[in-house]
């Protein structure tokens, strides 16, 4: 088994989060009261947050950690407006809520990109689109019928294989790929650094390393929300924890699976090399269960994220078979030092839809299963209008489902990883 060959300056952190100082925030009291208060900093609480400071609402967000600690400082940043199912098979399940459903993952995308250019967000954003690569001759099929239920929704996609493929990747590991043109690629940390400061001009208090750990429903109406640094009156409370909700609303943690998905960052690849690689820079992603994503950073380091089981395992392990992984569908960055490695959490649910609701009168928004740049910003902004009294998102109709013995998934998970393996290895699934 190859270990990866890691350079001297290797840390054990999100590249995007060394790229980037998170914002130190010096607000030393916390308020005693607001309109609404905002759990979780990352995107979607930002959003909720800045969306009803526009409106004219005292908003308070809380975040227990630094400022982007979560996922929205770790991911891929793929901006994919994509649910874990086609439009016509979302329409087949769920009739006309399916049909607003894949609107809805449109609208994210649209959303994020306009936020970005109207609001001048220095974060690195093009429009690459993105290749759907078929990992095993037996997933084309599939990946067919994927493409062809996107052009039949409108989309701008093509299926391409044999030389075709050779001008948009450097691998010959692949059978075909779907060509998403709709897909784009950003700087995660710097996103979240342009939703800090819109949330903070629009007078939002932010208060970083300020956990929640109970959240009251008092005699006289609305909630007591308890942090770690004092209490604060609230009318509304927006928790937009996704992935890392713990303990805070347990009918909500049974809800959300936290799934530990693992990057790397190698070296700045010389031009050529990256060149050879990615020709036109685009998003990769495989057809596989266990899927790997992976890119070119902006200053041209590769990207290549992914897991090898749904069980707990270290960023060392998950490095080296991540290393392994890149080398096999790019031999050509073999022996390339990997310079980050990182891991974070991705909120899985039972139907892999997201979800918006309320929990004992709490509203929350989460459920990205692993799609939720674009996703998880427009469904905050939309949980903040919905506080305001706007209409909520189709995913507020989708029954939330527990997840069966979530308890006990430390005893099933290494079964349900064990047959995704078996699927994946001979393009079954
Ligand atoms: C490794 C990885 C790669 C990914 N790649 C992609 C990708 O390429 N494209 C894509 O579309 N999506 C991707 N995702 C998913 C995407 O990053 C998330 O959907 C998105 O960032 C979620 O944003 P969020 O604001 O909902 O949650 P988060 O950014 O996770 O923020 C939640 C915050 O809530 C805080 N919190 C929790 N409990 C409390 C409490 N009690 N009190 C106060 N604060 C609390 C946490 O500390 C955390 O900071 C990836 C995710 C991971 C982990």
């Known amino acids: 088994m190859n270990s990866a060959p890691l350079a001297a300056s290797y840390r054990e952190v999100a590249l995007w989060q060394a790229q980037v100082s998170l914002p130190s925030l010096d607000v030393p009291t916390l308020p005693a009261e607001a309109d609404a208060v905002v759990v979780g900093g990352g995107y979607c609480g930002l959003a909720a947050a800045w969306t009803l400071a526009q409106r004219g609402r005292q908003v308070v967000l809380v975040e227990a950690k630094a400022l982007g600690f979560g996922a929205s400082t770790r991911n891929g940043g793929m901006v994919i407006p994509e649910l874990k199912a086609g439009p016509a098979k ?189 020709p036109r820079r685009r998003m990769f992603v495989d057809t596989k269960n266990f899927l790997f994503y992976w890119r070119l950073s902006p200053d041209d380091r590769m990207v290549f994220g992914g897991r090898k089981s749904l069980g707990s395992t270290t960023v060392a392990e998950a490095r080296d078979y991540l290393y392994r992984s890149m080398v096999r569908i790019h031999p050509q960055l073999s022996g390339l030092e990997i310079e ?64 069966p013995a979530s308890g006990l998934r430390r005893c099933y998970l290494p079964f349900v990883s064990a047959w995704f393996r078996f699927e994946d290895r001979f393009g079954l699934g």
């Not at 949330?199 to 009251?216: I, K």
Request: hydrophobic share 45%; charged share 20%.
């Open 340 to 403: 980050y490695a990182w891991g974070g959490d991705v909120a899985m649910t039972l139907d892999r839809l997201p979800h918006v609701g309320y929990l004992d009168k709490v509203l929350y928004a989460t459920g990205c299963n692993g799609s939720g740049v674009a996703l998880n910003t427009w469904m905050g902004a939309r949980v903040g209008g919905m506080v305001c009294g706007d209409d909520p998102p189709p995913f507020a109709e989708l029954r939330h489902r527990a997840i």
């Open 90 to 278: 979302l329409e087949q399940q769920y009739g006309s809520l399916g049909r607003r459903m894949f609107q809805a993952v449109g609208e994210a995308f649209d959303f994020v990109e306009s936020l970005i250019s109207e609001h001048s967000i220095a974060c690195d954003y093009q429009r690459t689109g993105q290749l759907y690569l078929a990992h095993h001759p037996r997933a084309v099929a599939a990946l067919r019928a994927y493409a062809e239920e996107y052009a039949a929704a409108g989309e701008a996609v093509e299926l391409i294989d044999g030389s075709d493929l050779g001008n948009e990747i450097g691998s010959t590991v692949f059978s075909a790929a779907a060509v998403f043109e709709r897909t784009g690629a950003v700087h995660p940390a710097r996103l979240h650094q342009g939703l800090v400061s819109l949330a903070s001009r629009a007078g939002v208090h932010l208060h970083d390393f300020t956990e929640v750990t109970r959240l009251e429903r008092p005699k006289s109406g609305g909630f007591r929300v308890v942090t770690r640094r004092g209490a604060i009156a609230a009318r509304d409370v927006i928790v937009a924890a996704n992935a890392y909700i713990d303990g805070l609303i347990p009918r909500l943690a049974r809800r959300v699976l936290p799934i530990g998905s693992y990057v790397i960052a190698t070296r700045p690849l010389d031009p050529g090399l990256a060149d050879a690689v990615s």
